[in-house]
């Protein structure tokens, strides 16, 4: 595949991704089970619940297969020091810029939700949000630590790339073939499994969850590391790859879908009796990250077979994407303060915060991102305002 041309099903797939972020944050708010959170609607549906673990089956390991990928793309095109200055001039600078600023937004939107909890007014207590968050600090990345991962990833290619030369042929082309197995293989996405399994059985109903610190987690390194070098090695190997995730596309979709039914089963059995079944957490990181794989392999194929092209829609939503991600929570949690307490189901809070989410978030790049500095620096290029055409004036018949 020609390298040099721009591949619109991996930009539109990531666009997706980012609305997903939308739909996801909104569901937390209305979960019936345990919140890392700590702010939650008192109108709570299963629904939720279903929603939050099935977008997090997949959205952000594809989040970081997708820019394994591109990263790759930019060593190809620019060497290791060219795609280290890019990405930090698109991921660090923003991260520097935006993290602070979004921190004290947060907080404080935080603050007025949890007094409305507490006393069913706006207001701010402090003393609330202390109360709330006794156990993890307050001073983290926030939903930003993607970012923050993806920027210790393109540092450590940076660094490990330049070694690659000097690694024995026969190691390169055994690790070429394991790969190409791995992804190819009905049985690579169990081999695939068996790390993040193991990574996941420590956490909690044996889910791996971001803790947000600024000191990286060994076990997210390894897990969220495992997507972004499958990424890396998608690129090199995409002549093959792409035709056969292409053409296993709905057979990836139907088969993540029976690990994903026993792994629900399984997390139902683990909220009744918690050790009702012995290592089941390690039972369920298996049937889950399974199912990561193989709906990661399946939305790749699907975005190449069904998305190879931008309209203007797409279009627009992929440039807006970036923004979306760094200030969507803003409206979730805002909208979600906003709507609490109203005479409303879940399910119609839930769809009024989405659409208004998504608004607020979509007229804010227009009026403030596309046409402007902020716009150069999350997208790299200035975008000029489209020209009107004027109509001809009209000429006086002689």
């Not at 709906?295 to 092209?309: C, E, H, K, N, V």
């Not at 309209?311 to 991600?325: A, E, G, L, T």
């Not at 409206?331 to 659409?355: D, E, H, R, V, W």
Request: with cysteine; glycine share 8%; proline share 5%.
């Amino acid at each position: 595949m020609d390298g040099s041309r721009r591949l619109h099903s991996f930009d539109n797939l990531r666009a997706m991704m980012m609305w997903l972020g939308i739909v996801i944050h909104v569901a937390i708010n209305h979960i019936t089970g345990p919140s890392a959170l700590p702010w939650r609607d008192t109108q709570t549906t299963p629904i939720a619940d279903l929603l939050l673990v099935f977008i997090h089956a997949f959205r952000m390991p594809v989040f970081f297969i997708l820019a394994g990928y591109f990263v790759a793309l930019l060593v190809a095109r620019r060497g290791a020091k060219g795609m280290l200055v890019h990405r930090m001039r698109r991921l660090a600078l923003p991260f520097a810029i935006f993290w602070p600023l979004l921190i004290v937004c947060t907080s404080v939107l935080m603050l007025v939700y949890l007094h409305l909890m507490a006393y069913g007014t706006f207001g701010i207590d402090p003393s609330l949000l202390a109360k709330k968050t006794e156990a993890t600090s307050p001073f983290n990345t926030m939903h930003m630590w993607f970012i923050y991962y993806l920027i210790w990833f393109c540092v450590f290619t940076a660094v490990l790339a330049p070694l690659a030369s000097k690694v024995p042929a026969g190691v390169r082309r055994a690790a070429d073939a394991g790969f190409r197995a791995l992804a190819g293989k009905w049985w690579g996405a169990f081999v695939l499994a068996i790390p993040l399994a193991i990574i996941g059985s420590s956490y909690r109903a044996g889910v791996l969850a971001a803790n947000g610190s600024f000191i990286p987690n060994l076990g997210e390194l390894i897990h969220n590391g495992m997507f972004f070098v499958f990424g890396l090695y998608l690129y090199r190997h995409q002549d093959g790859l792409f035709p056969l995730l292409t053409a296993r596309c709905w057979r990836n979709t139907v088969a993540g879908f029976v690990p994903f039914v026993l792994a629900l089963a399984a997390f139902k059995s683990f909220t009744a009796n918690p050790q009702g079944i012995a290592h089941i957490e390690a039972v369920i990181a298996f049937l889950y990250n399974l199912t990561t794989w193989l709906w990661s392999f399946a939305l790749i194929g699907l975005a190449l077979r069904y998305l190879p092209t931008q309209n203007r829609i797409m279009q627009y939503v992929s440039d807006s994407s970036y923004w979306v991600y760094l200030v969507h929570m803003l409206g979730t949690i805002g909208f979600g303060a906003l709507l609490y307490g109203q005479p409303f189901g879940p399910l119609t809070k839930m769809s009024l915060n989405i659409l208004a989410t998504t608004a607020a978030c979509l007229l804010s790049y227009q009026l403030l991102v596309r046409y402007t500095l902020i716009g150069v620096l999350l997208s790299g290029q200035r975008r000029s305002k489209p020209v009107r055409a004027t109509a001809p004036e009209a000429v006086e018949p002689q």
